[in-house]
């Protein structure tokens, strides 16, 4: 079972599933106190879980700059010591935040912004070199991002990036970034079963990119727990589009949707998460979904998925049954 993927047109092998570390950040703050991160971290724990999704083939580990204002990035340097030629690492821009008071305090699109955060992530993560390069503004407009390109082609050039790509939901941006720069290889985008987007795996194709899956397990609603979360975690006081959680728990429209279909996702005796990953394996052969893990248990569940691959066909259709009314319909709320 083919395990690897490619990293668009870059060439880069990597692992089929990579490791979002957003969650191994532990807290981040906004205005009005609104938590960016996923509450409070262990560590220790998240090494433990680096080292076991390494263990199980993971070679893609996705961060961002921002990501507990930093602290991700140097958990996953921590972690990662002596094995960073064994790895690809991507990591993003375009995000201001504080260290010392671990708060979010606005954006950066700028030339300039984009050479200053590398060398910050560069020393964060203690390697000499990012092999993605993502711009984390994901309704910047087009004209903003494209001044980027020349920037991050020089940086490419330098050797301190190998590829580059745009952290965005938006199929025309997408496609001009790529157009517009030889060494954009990939776009990363919410992509789950409950929320597909057609149009951006049409740019893939068209412009041999990787797809990037963020939220591949909606926020943690595809794993089927039902436990709260506390205060400091995003899902707890939930912005306008975490649209899976309220008050800090699922909300009763979208479990049962994930009931409608939970049979069909664990018909050849996975987990519901990862029929879920499955799905987006079956999806496209330009996925790479980056499911996130802060402990080694969720390691050892997403990861092995790997064991299982893509979904079936007939169960990938008999979702897709299912799911054919209800794709970008309302949900009650």
């Known amino acids: 079972m083919t395990t690897t993927r490619t990293l668009g047109r870059s060439g880069i092998e990597v692992s089929a599933l990579g490791l979002g570390c957003w969650a191994i950040g532990g807290p981040l703050w906004g205005d009005g106190g609104q938590p960016f991160g996923w509450g409070e971290v262990d560590d220790d724990e998240s090494i433990r879980t680096i080292h076991r ?33 064994q790895v690809v690492v991507a990591t993003k821009f375009g995000n201001v935040s504080e260290e010392a008071t671990r708060r979010w305090i606005g954006t950066d699109a700028t030339a300039a912004f984009a050479v200053s955060s590398l060398e910050e992530s560069l020393r964060r993560l203690g390697t000499d070199h990012v092999d993605l390069y993502q711009l984390h503004l994901n309704d910047l407009p087009a ?13 490419v050039t330098q050797g301190k990036i190998r590829a580059y790509g745009w952290s965005t939901d938006n199929p025309a941006s997408a496609r001009a970034f790529a157009e517009a720069g030889p060494h954009c290889a990939a776009v990363q985008h919410d992509q789950s079963v409950f929320r597909d987007n057609p149009a951006m795996f049409a740019v893939c194709d068209a412009l041999d990119l990787a797809s990037l899956n963020r939220g591949p397990l909606a926020m943690g609603l595809l794993t089927g727990s039902t436990r709260a979360v506390g205060a400091d975690d995003v899902r707890g006081r939930a912005p306008e589009w975490l649209v899976w959680f309220r008050d800090g728990r699922p909300t009763p429209e979208w479990s049962a949707r994930l009931e409608l279909i939970r049979s069909a996702l ?12 499955g799905w987006l394996l079956a999806r496209s052969p330009r996925t790479l979904p980056i499911p996130g893990c802060r402990t080694v248990a969720q390691a050892e569940e997403n990861f092995g998925t790997l064991a299982y691959g893509p979904l079936p066909a007939d169960a990938f259709a008999e979702v897709e049954r299912l799911l054919a009314d209800l794709r970008g319909a309302p949900v009650d709320a």
């Not at 004209?143 to 940086?155: F, M, Q, W, Y």
Request: negative net charge; hydrophobic residues 45%; glycine residues 14%.
């Open 143 to 155: 004209s903003a991002a494209l001044d980027l390109v020349d920037t991050l082609e020089g940086l």
């Open 53 to 85: 999704a390494l263990d199980l083939g993971v070679t893609l580990f996705d961060t961002a700059s921002n990501y507990g204002a930093g602290h991700s990035e140097r958990i996953l340097g921590r972690a990662l010591a002596g094995r960073r030629d």
């Open 266 to 277: 664990t018909a050849d005796g996975r987990t519901l998460a990862q029929g879920a990953l």
